[in-house]
């Protein structure tokens, strides 16, 4: 069953602005999970954050999670061309299953 | 290069055929995934396997039927398939499920 659910569905942004996506899920987690996936290729994960922890920074992207709310942000700051494709959030609820949610398909105008 | 090898990356099959996807990785991790991509639905979890074992079959068809012979290999055989299997099929390996690496997919059509 799906748990994580990506918020909006498409975003079209300018190059060089933020983007920003949600994530809500449902149940219980020992950690959240983004990914990006460029059309027709695999999943890359970007970034883990734990169930403790509430935010944390790779190079441009910054997530959130808040627990209480069960629902988890990615920014990515000064866009680029390069970052147009799908992410995806899944979590981790420690029972071998990693659940995806339907992603966000960012695009970023030139 | 993501160190999770899928292949064939393309595959065309009759409803009669019996084809086989194939995945490798080169990671050392535990555990090995399926997860079925189709348009405009979430990834849906096939099945896991730890160390060779599996530990889950989400309600899959037994058209569909997975091997894995070893912690590196994963196999998922198919047969009698339906054109609404066509999908992306994809694979990826773990360490005690944290995080994900995925290989780059097989693109199945069932004709």
């Known amino acids: 069953s799906q748990q994580g659910e990506e918020d909006p569905q498409a975003l079209s942004i300018q190059e060089g602005e933020n983007a920003t996506m949600n994530c809500s899920y449902k149940?219980?987690?020992?950690?959240l999970q983004w990914y990006r996936q460029n059309s027709g290729r695999g999943l890359v994960h970007l970034i883990l954050?734990?169930?403790?922890?509430r935010e944390k920074h790779s190079g441009r992207l910054r997530v959130t999670l808040d627990t209480s709310k069960k629902s988890s942000s990615l920014l990515i700051t000064a866009s680029r061309a390069a970052d147009t494709a799908s992410y995806f959030c899944?979590?981790?609820?420690?029972?071998?299953?990693?659940?995806f949610g339907k992603g966000t398909r960012l695009h970023i105008l030139p | 290069e993501t160190g999770v090898t899928q292949t064939p990356r393309h595959l065309v099959m009759g409803m009669t055929n019996k084809k086989s996807l194939k995945c490798e990785q080169h990671?050392?991790?535990?555990?090995m995934y399926w997860y079925k991509q189709s348009a405009k639905k979430p990834l849906e979890l096939m099945f896991v396997?730890?160390?060779?074992?599996?530990?889950e079959n989400n309600s899959v068809p037994s058209r569909f039927s997975p091997e894995c012979p070893n912690s590196s290999h994963l196999f998922l055989h198919l047969h009698t398939l339906q054109p609404e299997d066509s999908a992306l099929y994809l694979c990826?390996?773990?360490?005690?499920?944290?995080?994900?690496?995925f290989g780059e997919g097989s693109r199945l059509t069932v004709l």
């Open positions: 954050i734990r169930s403790n922890e």
């Open positions: 990826a390996s773990s360490q005690e499920a944290k995080p994900l690496f």
């Open positions: 149940t219980s987690i020992n950690n």
């Open positions: 990671l050392g991790h535990n555990a």
């Open positions: 396997y730890n160390f060779k074992e599996q530990t």
């Open positions: 899944a979590t981790d609820a420690s029972d071998d299953k990693i659940i």
